[in-house]
């Protein structure tokens, strides 16, 4: 995780400005999605939750056409398995592997693995879609 310096001034009745010293504060990394599709798509992640110790589902998140989201999860692990697949209307494409089986809103789908770079600057990993 990563860890930055927060400093809080609090103001007493009297006027004066108290800070803790060394206050820190843990930032864990997130996963943003950029879908370079031009199509909309609906993902979901199964990731590993570290605060509440163990691997986690999220429900399906729609991603416009050539759209961001932005924090759709937040791990330290940088491996991540997701399905996803297009909600257009149009011939379905899906982004699937054989994995890991998760059910995800009451459906059984099969995930795909990915490891990720972590990219310090942003504090986060990224996972980009194209269509096929």
Known sequence: MRKLAL???VSTPL???VAPANATMTVT????????C???IAIAVHYKDLQAGGWRNTPFVVIRANGYKDRIV?????????YAETVDG???VAWDGNERNETVQGRTVSMR?????FDRDQN???LNLTCR
Do not use: C, E, W
């Open 74 to 82: 937040s791990s330290d692990n940088s491996i991540f398995y997701y």
């Open 38 to 40: 031009n199509r909309d």
């Open 124 to 126: 986060q990993y990224r």
């Open 15 to 17: 006027g004066i400005n």
């Open 29 to 36: 990394p997130a996963l943003d999605v950029h879908n370079k």
């Open 7 to 9: 400093a809080i001034a």
């Open 113 to 117: 693995m990915k490891q990720l770079t």
């Open 90 to 92: 149009g011939p379905k």
